[in-house]
């Protein structure tokens, strides 16, 4: 499932305008009579309603944390996680001042005295602190209460120091070593994130150049995904001074008068960088990757990335077969058009032993036992492929990579950040039915680049369906799940 996606608005929210089903869903004296659902999408709603909004989340946050007793600490390991993070993201980069006591209160919570809360209760204390301290902070990245809401070097340090550095303001000397340190994070998502800070900053200018030439060495592909994305979208920033100009501006016998356009050239770090990466042998299902890559060449002409375009058009991938003759057609005199490869692949193994009945297996997560009923009926390979990777122990230890509070839960990339997979493709098997909730869909990047993510939807989203194969229901407080939350076991059940 592509990372923009992003669930509907519910009918009844997008019916008022001025928000005030959202703001009631939310801070009402009924508040539990509402949906973990209908509260996330209310929290959304709040945060894409402009300043009338944001105050509107404000109200809430105001009314839902209470400053003397911020926040149950049992209730962080549920539902209402979700919806506190959401809320918080619906501020906004500027926060009302009416908030600042409450966010304080959330900036500083804390277990009770004499308790010892698990690894899971944790984490999601130090995200809402450093997502608080983060609001607090406002662009002030070395200020006390960023500094001390979690272990400095934590993701959730890392996070809330990063929104503050590129937050609104030029990045001059000081921000600027921050970002740096940033962009080498040992957090990958922290690291990706300060990559996507550069289409922000053209001013960071040689250090951009720098980091976007380490990450495409990187051997994440989400690191390299990102670099070849930022190069793709501005080509601009890894172009240098030509060294033709160079040499002229130096020579003592130069007479002429500089350039009002003087030439620039690749930049050499970054095209050898580019090259690099291009000839790696990506697994087949690292389709994202190897799209970004080519049009990251083509973007900055280098003659290797219209030799891989020129290769792609003969993969077996139709995604990958159509974006490359998307890159072939910038040239002028290029021929755009790719034929179909001698051969499409591979038939998949499953085919020859599907499963025959619904399998069930069972998840041992940070946020409690989670289950999936994977049926073979509308997506027998896609199932078995499934239940294979599930009895040789592949989802064990994998981190949830991706929650979007009251639309979907998603996992299974071992990377941990949503670029990876299992090393081989699922070609897609939909079919026009609906996606209602805890149904569960096998997660794309395009047509046929499915592997091992799956997805498990939390209410019904009409759009999904006949776009993404769904490959059985789930059983759980799935809602319960955060980012960063593992699954710890993974049991099959014939």
Same mark, same amino acid.
């Given at each position: 499932?592509?990372?923009? @996606? ?19 869903? #939310? %801070? ?5 009579? *509402? ?24 109200? +809430?946050?105001?009314?839902?944390? $209470?400053? =003397? ?6 209730? #962080? ?17 500027? $926060? ?24 899971? /209760? ?6 809402? =602190? ?37 937050? =609104? ?32 900053? $053209? ?11 380490? +990450? /495409? ?52 770090? @970054? ?21 970004? #890559? ?16 020129? %290769? ?17 057609? @910038? ?22 032993? $599907? ?39 592949? *989802? ?28 081989? &493709? /699922? ?14 869909? !096998? %997660? &794309? ?10 997805? !498990?939807?939390?209410? =019904? ?34």
């Amino acid at each position: 499932m592509s990372r923009a @996606t992003d669930g509907v608005l519910l009918r009844s929210v997008q019916k008022v305008a001025s928000g005030q089903y959202a703001l009631e869903a #939310l %801070a009402h004296e009924k508040y539990a009579a *509402y949906s973990a659902v209908e509260r996330a999408e209310a929290a959304r709603t709040l945060g894409r309603l402009g300043r009338d909004g944001r105050s509107g989340a404000a109200d +809430a946050i105001i009314y839902l944390v $209470p400053e =003397r007793d911020p926040i149950a600490i049992a209730a #962080l390991a549920g539902d209402d996680f979700g919806v506190m993070t959401t809320l918080l993201a619906a501020l906004g980069g500027e $926060p009302p001042k009416k908030t600042d006591k409450t966010l304080a209160a959330l900036a500083n919570l804390a277990p009770p005295p004499g308790s010892t809360p698990t690894a899971t /209760l944790a984490r999601r204390m130090a995200t809402l =602190r450093c997502t608080a301290a983060g609001l607090l902070a406002r662009g002030a990245f070395e200020s006390d209460v960023l500094q001390k809401c979690a272990e400095p070097g934590s993701e959730a340090w890392e996070r809330a120091r990063l929104a503050a550095v590129v937050h =609104r303001h030029p990045m001059d000397k000081e921000r600027r070593a921050a970002w740096l340190t940033l962009a080498r994070s040992k957090n990958v998502s922290v690291r990706e994130a300060a990559l996507e800070a550069i289409g922000a900053h $053209p001013e960071l200018k040689e250090h951009a150049r720098a980091a976007l030439a380490d +990450a /495409l060495a990187s051997d994440k592909p989400g690191v390299v995904t990102i670099a070849a994305e930022q190069i793709h979208a501005h080509p601009d920033r890894v172009y240098v001074l030509a060294q033709s100009e160079i040499r002229a501006a130096l020579d003592p016998n130069n007479r002429a008068e500089p350039s009002a356009t003087p030439a620039r050239e690749l930049d050499a770090a @970054t095209a050898r960088a580019l090259r690099a990466a291009l000839a790696k042998p990506w697994s087949e299902d690292l389709i994202e990757t190897k799209v970004a #890559l080519i049009d990251a060449a083509v973007a900055v002409g280098l003659k290797e990335g219209r030799d891989a375009a020129t %290769a792609a058009c003969r993969d077996p991938n139709a995604t990958l077969r159509a974006r490359a003759k998307k890159a072939l057609a @910038t040239f002028p005199d290029a021929d755009a058009t790719c034929a179909a490869p001698d051969a499409m692949g591979d038939a998949a193994p499953e085919i020859a032993a $599907p499963i025959a009945l619904a399998t069930t297996v069972r998840f041992e997560t940070d946020a409690g036992k989670m289950s999936i009923r994977f049926d073979p009926t509308l997506a027998p390979i896609a199932a078995t492929r499934m239940v294979a990777l599930a009895k040789g122990g592949f *989802y064990t230890n994998v981190v949830v990579h991706r929650v979007v509070p009251g639309f979907v839960v998603q996992f299974g990339d071992p990377g941990g950040d949503g670029y990876g997979g299992s090393g081989k &493709l /699922l070609r897609c098997e939909t079919a026009p039915v609906a996606f209602d909730a805890l149904d569960v869909g !096998v %997660a &794309l990047a395009g047509r046929d680049t499915g592997s091992s993510q799956i997805f !498990v939807t939390l209410a =019904r989203y009409p759009h999904l369906e006949g776009e993404y194969t769904r490959v059985g229901h789930a059983d759980g407080d799935w809602a319960a799940l955060a980012e960063g939350d593992v699954i710890r076991s993974v049991a099959v059940s014939d």
